[in-house]
C-alpha cells in the first residue's frame, strides 16, 4: 500500500476554512462521521490539523469547521493556556502523526480573558487552579494595555498571537518544523454569534494578502 503524505500547510489550512465556510454559507456536510470511516481509521489516525482551543463549551473544533472521525487532533484547556503536558500534545500531533497545520483557535466572550481583566482591575483573583489560569492569561491582557489596546477584541487578539508565538518559542520541534516549511502555526479568532474564523496570526504561511474569512 502507498504511503499516505501529508498536505502541504497551504492545503491544511485550506481544508480547515472550507469546512468552515461549508458550514456558515451552506449546509453542514458532516463529512467523515458514519461506519466505513470509524472502521477506515481504526488501524490507526492521520489528521491533516492540530487544532488547540479553548475548553468553551461553544468552541467545538470539529462542529466548527465541519470535520469528523480522523480529521483533527484536537488539544483544548480554558483559555487556550499552556502547560508541558499541552505541548508534549501538540507536538504529538505535528511531529508523531505529522500534521502540517497547528491551530490555535480563540474566541470572542472568553470567560478566561474576561475573567484575567477583572483579575486586574479589582485586585481579585479567583481561587483554586482556576487562578493558575488566569495569571497564565494575564500576561496577554498586560501586553495588549501597553500597547494601547483596551477593547475586549484587542486584548483576545494579543492573547492568541501571545499563544502562537509561546508555542514556537518555548517547542523547539514546532519551531524546526516551521523553518524548514513542513508545518505553519496559526491563529484564528472564531465569533460565536456569526461562525466566522478570523486570521490574527500565522507563522510559516504568507497570508497577509488574504485573510481568509469564512
Partial sequence: ????????????????????????????????????????????????????GCSDSRLAA???????????????????????????????????LDCPLVVVLGHDSCGAVGAACAALEDGIAPSGYIRDVIERVTPSVLAARAAGRFEPDEILAEHIRH??????????????RV?????????????????????VAARGLDLSATAPRA
Fill in 1 to 52: 500500500m502507498a504511503e499516505i503524505k501529508s498536505p502541504t500547510p497551504a492545503k491544511a489550512f485550506e481544508l480547515l476554512l472550507s469546512g468552515n465556510h461549508r458550514f456558515v454559507v451552506g449546509s453542514p456536510e458532516h463529512p467523515n462521521q458514519d461506519a466505513i470511516r470509524r472502521a477506515q481509521i481504526a488501524p490507526g489516525q492521520r489528521p491533516f490539523a492540530v487544532v488547540f
Fill in 62 to 96: 470539529e462542529i466548527i469547521f465541519d470535520r469528523g472521525l480522523g480529521d483533527l487532533f484536537v488539544v483544548r484547556t480554558a483559555g487556550h493556556v499552556m502547560g508541558a503536558e499541552v505541548l508534549g500534545s501538540i507536538e504529538y500531533g505535528a511531529a508523531v
Fill in 163 to 176: 499563544t502562537v508565538e509561546l508555542i514556537l518559542d518555548r517547542s523547539r520541534v514546532l519551531s524546526e
Fill in 179 to 199: 523553518e524548514a516549511g513542513q508545518a505553519a502555526v496559526v491563529g484564528l479568532c472564531y465569533r460565536l454569534a456569526d461562525g466566522s474564523a478570523q486570521v
